[in-house]
């Protein structure tokens, strides 16, 4: 809102693991007339039940939502990419499958081609380098540090 002037209208791309913090994002979006589209691996996609009340919101709010499997086709016409830890906290044993799985979900220069021409990026760190490349996590596109300072005041 702070970097766009406002939420209405935005598409919003998560590309990663069916998480908490997704979960957030699908509760919330529809209702702040946001879009939402979500890549994940088969098999790491979001709760079945925060899926259903996330279609429910956004019929109810008018907004659009996708969930594939194709990070590239989730990235289409974004104004934000998002992504987040693919490993969490109590996952450490998981950590060669998850990146296994996980492969091809990098956000790089390349997913950002078909985003939209204001396209930014978000990670709410702290970020690890098969996450997002050092091209878009240090570049201008990037808020992920104005995020985490924005975030200082929630705590």
């Known amino acids: 809102q702070e970097h766009y002037g406002g939420l209405n209208g935005l598409t919003v791309t998560w590309i990663g693991d069916g998480n908490n913090v997704l979960h957030s994002f ?8 946001m879009h939402l589209r979500i890549a994940t691996p088969k098999g790491f996609e979001p709760d079945l039940r925060i899926t259903k009340i996330t279609e429910q919101y956004s019929k109810e709010y008018g907004t659009k939502l996708l969930l594939t499997t194709d990070p590239l086709e989730a990235a289409d016409g974004a104004n934000v990419l998002v992504t987040d830890t693919w490993i969490s906290m109590g996952q450490e044993e998981e950590k060669k499958e998850r990146l296994k799985a996980f492969q091809g979900y990098q956000v790089t ?10 396209w930014t990026f978000l990670h709410c760190l702290p970020r690890k380098l098969e996450e997002v490349d050092d091209e878009v996590f240090y570049s201008p596109r990037s808020l992920v540090f104005q995020e985490a300072g924005n975030r200082k005041w929630t705590i």
């Open 109 to 118: 220069m390349q997913t950002a081609k078909s985003a939209a021409s204001n």
């Open 26 to 33: 699908m509760m919330s979006a529809a209702k702040l007339g």
